[in-house]
Each structure stands twice: as C-alpha cells, then as structure tokens.
C-alpha cells in the first residue's frame, strides 16, 4: 500500500488549492478515504471522509462550505479542493485509507500573505 | 460530536516501565477506538483498533482495552523506539474525533 499526497504549497489568505493522492498497491474503490492535518505543533484533525463508491461525504465543521472532497477510482486518485483558504487552514493534510491503517507522508499547505 | 480527552498529557518514563494512557469519551460508544503513534516528521501509525485489536506488524507489548467511555493503550515494557507521541480516535461517529495527545519522554 502507497498513498502520496501531493499540491500543498504557499497561497494567500482567501485563495484556492487542490490536494491530491495517489493511491497504489490496494483495490482504491473498495475503500473509504479520509483526509486529516495536522497544524505546526498542534494534534490531529479529522477534515473530511469520502466512501468508496463517493456516495458518502461528511466535513469537519470547520471547513464545511470551503472544502470539497472527490475521487476518481479510475486514476487511483483522491484530491481535496480547498477554496476561502484561512491563516488557520495551516498544517500538514495527510490522506488515510479507512480507519488510518495506511497513510501517506503529508502536504504542508501554508496559508499566508 | 464526540470529545476525546487523553490523559497525561506528558508522560516521563524509563526504558522498561509499564505505562498507561487513558483516553475518555464525552459520550458511551461500543469499541470503536484506534491507538496511533507518530514520531515528529512522520505520519501516524496505527497501533490498535476497535479498542483492543492489535493492528498486523505491531509489537505485541503494546494493548488496549475499554469499552464505553474509558479506553487505555497500555505499553507493558517501554523500548527505546516507544518514545513518542500517541493519539487516541473514535470512528463511531462522525467527526471522528482525535484526542490531544499524549507525549512519551524519557525520564
């Protein structure tokens, strides 16, 4: 099992980015995903899970509104669409398969002007 | 939502010590709770799941237990790879909901 998170970077206050991950060495649809960040220093944060058919999506309340999570089983792919990015949006997001028996390495997404 | 507290909050200990950590949940829930450790830099790694399952590659040193609103992960002699930070999750609901963090140092 691989997962690798990619699209994290620098934006400012108010702006977009697309995370996604690429997801190797299992059947993808068969399984739900979650994505989950972690702020500098700070503990784990449950941002949103997607089913594997896509048919169930749930959000943190915290980024409800702003966020979207897809995924295409025909790529292997899972991606995070984040828009009205917020100084508190800071952290490394890291995609999960299922419960968390298998992680990818992270994305730091920075928001900053 | 359901919250998660874990206690310590810091946890000083020695090679070989048995310790304890506690995770309560501000609501009853059957077994569904995971145990992750991670190391600065890295991602979590699952330890246990459904509250007592020993995920597969896991030492078997490490244990959970509980069921309602108290679980524990207990490491019954500490190795020096141990020290670490640990998280508690429940999945019975969403938001899954992570505890803060308990951070195992050396004494």
Known sequence: VQLVESGGGLVQPGGSLRLSCAASGFTFSYYSMNWVRQAPGKGLEWVSYISGNSRTIYYADSVKGRFTVSRDNAKNSLYLQMNSLRDEDTAVYYCAREVGDDWGQGTLVTVSS | ?107
């Open chain 2, 1 to 107: 939502d359901i919250q998660m507290t874990q206690s310590p909050s810091t946890l000083s200990a020695s090679v070989g010590d048995r310790v304890t950590i506690t995770c309560r949940a501000s609501q009853s829930f059957s077994s569904w709770l995971a145990w992750y450790q991670q190391k600065p830099g890295k991602a979590p790694k699952l330890l246990i799941y459904k509250a007592s399952s020993l995920q597969s590659g896991v030492p078997s040193r490490f244990s959970g237990s509980g069921s309602g609103t108290e679980f524990t992960l207990t490491i019954s002699s500490l190795q020096p790879d141990d020290f670490a930070t640990y998280y508690c999750q429940q999945y019975n609901s969403y938001p899954y909901t992570f505890g803060q963090g308990t951070k195992l140092e050396i004494k």
